[in-house]
């Protein structure tokens, strides 16, 4: 389970709430830290969650995502209009070759093409998939003191190489 702790600052319809979060100390300990955009700074993050707690505007709380919810929507994002990209380009090479043309512009064509029609499905089928699945949900309103003893652990892990 990834969590996170944000302060949520705006709320929407259908029990969703903008959340913004600070880097956490999980990504100094987190082995692609150097390779993910995320670890080149120490910015707040504004996160779209489900909020099932109906937290207000102002409210500290504990976020969380399953890591089969976070790798299947960042394979649904990255993977599969790669693989739509690729397949478009093999079929436009294919294409041009048969035609008897130079086989570059149909297979550039083609992975533009199949890579833009990806994109378009990918946003239709987010459309019809229920959100609560994918995006994180706010599953504890926390108080000050749960807020500063998050902390300190946030320290001692990071004192014992956590």
């Not at 380009?89 to 890579?115: E, H, K, T, V, Y």
């Amino acid at each position: 389970m990834i969590e996170e702790i944000g302060t949520i600052v705006e709320l929407r319809p259908d029990s969703v709430a903008m959340v913004q979060c600070r880097k956490s100390s999980a990504c100094k300990g987190c082995a692609s830290a150097n390779l993910c955009s995320l670890g080149r700074d120490d910015g707040d993050r504004t996160v779209e969650v489900h909020n099932p707690l109906q937290a207000q505007v102002g409210e500290r709380v504990r976020i969380a995502t399953t890591s089969k919810a976070f790798y299947q929507s960042s394979f649904l994002v990255y993977i599969v209009p790669l693989i739509g990209l690729v397949v478009g380009a093999l079929i436009g090479q294919s294409a041009g070759r048969w035609i008897g043309i130079d086989p570059n512009i149909p297979s550039a064509l083609g992975g533009f093409l199949s890579l833009a029609a990806t994109l378009l499905a990918i946003r239709s089928l987010n459309r019809r998939l229920p959100k609560e699945r994918y995006m994180p949900t706010a599953v504890e309103v926390l108080s000050a003191a749960d807020e500063a003893e998050e902390e300190a652990l946030g320290a001692e892990k990071l004192n014992h190489g956590y």
